[in-house]
């Protein structure tokens, strides 16, 4: 008997859909596994096979043949246990074939029967959603995850108790929904010592006011400055001062993780904005994404978050220059022999170096020890086209001792946050949902940043005099355009396009024009 079982194969955090047939036929007793499945899924018939004797089920001295279709597509996991498992039982005749119509299956099987999780739940789920499965069948460990979606969700422990419910002998209770869009509401930044206040910022006004600029209108933001000035901190304080995510935005963020396999079982959706910090050691791949089997790297854990890079001259050329790509498009592709694979990479990279290399350069406490050589050989370590894709450029200078015995004087994140939630309210109202001013680009950008005639004047006066690129050009005007979104502005005023071309031009590390 054939026996047909949907399930899905994951490209990058899209479902595919992926049919499991299942042939018992006369000849050698041997299990026959077809449709290019990698180590992990031929490995299934070793643990389905016991699963299923451990449930009570022997599989007959038969000619077995499994195909995962369509055959041309890759399938890597062990998600396929599952449905195996339910293709094996309806050949058998163990179940009728109409117990698997309209159901969606995945899964990885233990020896004793039990259903383990496996990455990609939600990705199934929002297939299942947008096909109009009536029923997703996932281990119990990923319940919660596909309820996430808006799907009835079935999550059994036990292969056992799966038979039983699709027999109709003893039914299970589809995993409850739950108010996400509240838990969303009351979400904060994750914690762990990652995220700080910017009551903890002593002195640094300058440096305050273009985090809340980055943050009001998704800007990259570099910082330059000695250590010890405060760099590091302010950078902690950037997720205190973003808009909560919406639903849509954290289901988004939370596929990733997902296939990923970063998810906590605990707290299934992903409700703050990520706060990526890789280390400078980090490879391309670890940064960018990639691998044998695709998967995300930094650039894609950062969706819809911040990517900190801190010390980012340290970094390796060829990392620092694959950011580029992502910069501007906000994706990854990721080309491998076999197949192609794309990742959202829609994030705020936020970085920090020193001056030079012993950090003192421009310090009026510390002379610098750096010949001239050692700092331009520093400086090139980041290429202009880098950070030509940064809009805000700012200078972090040492903190006088009589700032830092004072007690703090700022405003919280709280207070700041407030203002740059009406701030984005205000963009995208007027620019669409879902864009921000750091993605206006083309006719949009022109229609959003008409300038008066002194703005013009100034903006031609600056670009000849310091040799703006077209891309740096329009970067500020969507810097500007925040700036008087932050000011409740209808048009662009000449302070605002002052504010956002000294914000350009500052911070930048000598030798560097």
């Not at 205190?240 to 849509?248: D, K, N, S, W, Y």
């Not at 959202?344 to 936020?350: D, G, K, M, S, T």
């Not at 610098?368 to 980041?382: D, F, G, K, M, T």
Request: include cysteine; charged fraction near 25%; proline fraction near 8%.
């Amino acid at each position: 008997m054939l026996a047909r079982v949907d399930t899905i194969a994951l490209d990058g955090i899209r479902a595919i859909p992926v049919e499991v047939e299942v042939d018992l036929g006369r000849g050698l007793p041997m299990l026959n596994m077809v449709g290019l499945p990698d180590g992990a899924v031929r490995e299934a018939k070793d643990r389905v096979r016991a699963a299923l004797k451990n449930s009570g089920v022997q599989l007959p001295s038969r000619r077995i043949t499994i195909n995962l279709a369509p055959a041309h597509l890759p399938k890597e996991g062990s998600g396929y246990d599952l449905p195996m498992a339910m293709g094996l039982l309806v050949a058998m005749e163990k179940l009728p074939q109409s117990a698997l119509q309209g159901r969606l299956f995945l899964g990885e099987l233990s020896l004793d029967g039990r259903l383990k999780p496996v990455p990609g739940c939600l990705s199934a789920a929002m297939h299942a959603r947008d096909q109009g499965v009536r029923e997703l069948i996932v281990p119990v460990g990923n319940g919660v995850e596909g309820s996430l979606a808006g799907v009835r969700v079935v999550a059994p422990e036990r292969l056992l108790d799966l038979m039983r419910h699709l027999a109709g002998e003893t039914l299970l209770e589809p995993v409850p929904e739950t108010d996400w869009r509240s838990w969303l509401a009351a979400a904060r930044p994750e914690e762990g010592g990652k995220i700080r206040d910017l009551l903890d910022v002593k002195g640094q006004e300058h440096a305050r006011r273009a985090l809340e600029v980055a943050a009001a209108g998704g800007h990259n933001l570099i910082m330059s400055g000695p250590p010890g000035s405060g760099k590091t901190l302010l950078a902690r304080c950037l997720p205190g001062i973003l808009p909560p995510l919406t639903l849509e935005e954290a289901l988004e963020v939370t596929a990733i993780h997902s296939v990923a396999g970063r998810l906590d079982g605990g707290h299934p959706l992903v409700g703050s904005r990520p706060f990526r910090t890789p280390h400078h050691t980090s490879s391309d791949v670890a940064l960018i994404g990639g691998g044998s089997t695709p998967r995300p790297g930094e650039v894609s854990l950062a969706h819809r978050g911040v990517l900190f890079l801190d010390e980012i001259p340290e970094f390796g050329r060829h990392a620092l220059e694959a950011l580029r790509e992502p910069l501007e498009a906000g994706e990854v592709g990721i080309a491998r022999a076999a197949r192609s694979t794309r990742f959202p990479a829609r994030f705020q990279l936020v970085s920090a170096c020193n001056p030079c290399p012993c950090g003192h350069l421009g310090n009026p406490q510390r002379s610098c020890r750096c010949s001239p050589v050692q700092v331009e050989r520093y400086a090139s370590r980041l290429s202009g086209p880098l950070l030509d894709r940064i809009d805000l450029h700012v200078d972090v200078p040492p903190v006088p001792p009589e700032t830092l015995t004072a007690l703090p004087g700022g405003e919280s994140s709280g207070e700041v946050r407030a203002r740059v939630i009406e701030a984005r309210a205000r963009q995208l109202a007027r620019n669409g949902t879902g864009l921000l001013n750091s993605d206006l680009d083309g006719r949009v950008l022109a229609a959003h940043t008409v300038l008066d005639s002194d703005g013009q004047a100034l903006l031609l006066t600056a670009s000849r005099r310091l040799g703006f690129s077209a891309r740096a050009h329009n970067r500020i005007l969507r810097v500007a355009r925040t700036i008087a979104d932050l000011e409740g502005a209808e048009n662009i005023g000449f302070g605002h396009l002052a504010e956002a071309i000294q914000f350009r031009v500052g911070g930048k590390l000598p030798g560097i024009s």
